[in-house]
């Protein structure tokens, strides 16, 4: 599949402050996107997803917004904690015959400071 | 057991062994993955299964050989690896093959190659 650019790749900031991380992708038929978090030695979790219908999608201090026309969606984490820290992945994936497989970034890795 | 578990969690072989990953999910999905993870670079799709049938496999060197014989259970047979195939192996499950389905890992497995 297409390439998902993810910025930054690390991210540091202070415990109650936002955190935001932005995907952009280039296939413009992509309408899903979900985000992952990974913890220290953990395996990924889905945190939160979004389809192209819609523009915002909001999980208590986790939203994520799409901007399909300028293609890209980004993960908006409010009132941070320490235990946000962790790497987080976006993803992209297209609809189709033999769409099987999602798209992920590199990952950002995100470090809140208490 | 709960999940979607891997064993060994970490392994050490040389280029010449013969070594095997194993999988076992027990959430009764019906897809399985092989993902590769390496520093810095994105989670790498190697293989997918769909109701034990290999639906995908991403160019993935004939060292890396996939065995799905029911639709629990996922192996990833390995022989005369290179050192840079050392990676964390990372399993997933998800209901069925569609790629808008929630991947649930399993917690790797760290394979280094001397």
Redesign the interface.
């Known amino acids: 599949g297409e390439n998902v650019e993810q910025h930054p790749s690390t991210l540091s900031v202070q415990e109650g402050d936002s955190a935001v991380i932005k995907c952009t992708y280039s296939d413009s038929a992509s309408n899903y996107f979900p985000w992952y978090k990974q913890e220290l030695g953990k395996r990924p979790q889905l945190i939160i997803d979004i389809r192209s219908n819609v523009g915002e999608k909001k999980d208590q201090r986790i939203a994520v917004t799409l901007n399909k026309t300028a293609k890209h969606f980004s993960l908006h984490i409010t009132e941070t904690q320490p235990e946000d820290s962790a790497v987080y992945f976006c993803a992209r994936g297209t609809g189709g015959a033999g769409s099987y497989q999602l798209t992920f970034g590199k990952g950002t890795k995100l470090s809140v400071i208490p | 057991e709960t999940g979607?578990t891997q064993t060994p969690r970490h392994l050490v072989m040389g280029m010449t062994n013969k070594k095997s990953l194993k999988c076992e999910q027990h959430l009764g999905h019906n897809?399985m993955y092989w993902y590769k993870q390496s520093a810095?670079?994105?989670?790498e799709?190697m293989f997918?299964y769909?109701l034990e049938e290999r639906?995908?496999n991403?160019s993935v060197p004939s060292r890396f050989s996939p065995e799905c014989p029911n639709s629990s259970h996922l192996f990833l047979h390995l022989h005369t690896l290179q050192p840079e195939d050392s990676a964390l192996y990372?399993c997933a499950s998800s209901q069925d093959?569609?790629?808008?389905g929630?991947?649930f890992?399993?917690?790797?497995s760290r394979l280094t190659v001397l």
């Open positions: 979607v897809a810095k670079k994105p989670l799709l997918v769909s639906v995908e991403n990372l093959k569609r790629y808008t929630e991947l890992f399993g917690e790797g």
